[in-house]
C-alpha cells in the first residue's frame, strides 16, 4: 500500500546491533541483511558498560524489537544487564526485545548453546523469529547468564580466559592460573539453597550456575536441558587445600565422580552465600568487585533469546 499513514507491516522489525567500534564481524552481520526488508538494522558502536546502558535505555524507549550483542559472553552480559534496567528496570524490558548473540572471535558459550555457530545460521534464526525462552540469574552485582561465581575460581577466571583446562557449568578455571595463588586457606562460608543450609564450613569455590551440568554427579554437559527449568544448579567446591581443588577440577575435566567431601551440589531458585571475608567474584567471566556475600535468584524465562 501506498498511502504513507499505513502503519508499518506488523512483521517489520527494528534491530540494533551494539559493537566495540570496528569490529569486523559487526559489519559482516549488518551487511547479511542488505537483502532481507522486513528487517531493519542499525549498526551502534560503544566503548564501554555505561555507554552500552545509554543506548540501551534509548533504544528500548523508541521502541526495538531485537538487540544483537556482538562479542563474546561479556559483552552479552553487558547488553543484558541494560536492558535489565531499561524501560522501567527490573527486567521489564526484557519481555519486550529479543536478544541476539553473535560470535566475535571471543569464547561465545550462549551461542555455542544457542546453536548459533556460524553468522548464516544467526542471521537465518533473525529473519525466522526463530527464539526460546532462558532464565537470566541475577544477584546484587547484576545479572549473569552463564553463572556467577566466588572464590578461587573467580580469583583466576582472567587468567582462564583464552586457554581452559577445566569447565564446571561453564566457569573456566585454569590450572597454571590458580597454581599461581599463594594463599592456600579455604574460607569459611555459608550456603543457603531456598532457606536450606547446604554447607557451613570452609570452602574453596561456591558457583551457581544458570546454563550447568546435570544436578546429579555424571557430570554429562546438557546445557538446553536446565536453561529455561527455573533453577540454578549450585555446586560448593570444598577441597580443604589447593592441591585438593586442582584434584576436583581435573576429576571435572575428565568427567569423572567427585567425592561429596570435596563438592556439594544442589538445584535452587534462591541461593544465600556468607563468606567470613571477602573473596574474589565474577558474573559470565568478567571479574566483579571482592563480596563477603551474595543474594542469588534466578528469574524463570526472563529473557527471550534467538536460536538456530
Ligand atoms: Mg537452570
Known sequence: ????????DAHH???V??????????????????DVDDVEVELIETTGEEEVREVIARVVSEGVDTIASVGGDGALNLVIGGLWDAG???GAALRDVTVVPVRSGTVNLVSKTMGLDSLDTTVDAIVAGRSRAMDVGRSEAGVFVLNSSSGYDAAVIGDAADHSDATLGQVRFAVEGIKRLRDEDPVHVTVRCDGVQLHDGPAMS?????????????????????IDDGLLDVAVIRAESLSRFLGVIVKLALRRDVER???????????????????????????????????VRVHPGALRIHCA
Open 88 to 90: 522501567g528496570g527490573g
Open 17 to 34: 546491533a551494539i559493537a566495540q567500534p570496528d569490529t569486523e564481524e559487526a559489519a559482516e552481520f549488518v551487511a547479511a541483511f542488505d
Open 261 to 295: 567431601r570435596h563438592l556439594v551440589r544442589a538445584q535452587a531458585e534462591h541461593v544465600e552465600i556468607e563468606w567470613s571475608r571477602s573473596v574474589a567474584s565474577q558474573r559470565d567471566g568478567d571479574a566483579d568487585d571482592e563480596v563477603t556475600s551474595l543474594d
Open 1 to 8: 500500500m501506498s498511502d504513507p499513514a499505513t502503519p508499518p
Open 206 to 226: 561456591v558457583v551457581t550456575m544458570n546454563i550447568g551440568e546435570r544436578a546429579s554427579d555424571d557430570f554429562h554437559v546438557a546445557p538446553d536441558a536446565e
Open 13 to 15: 522489525r527494528r534491530l
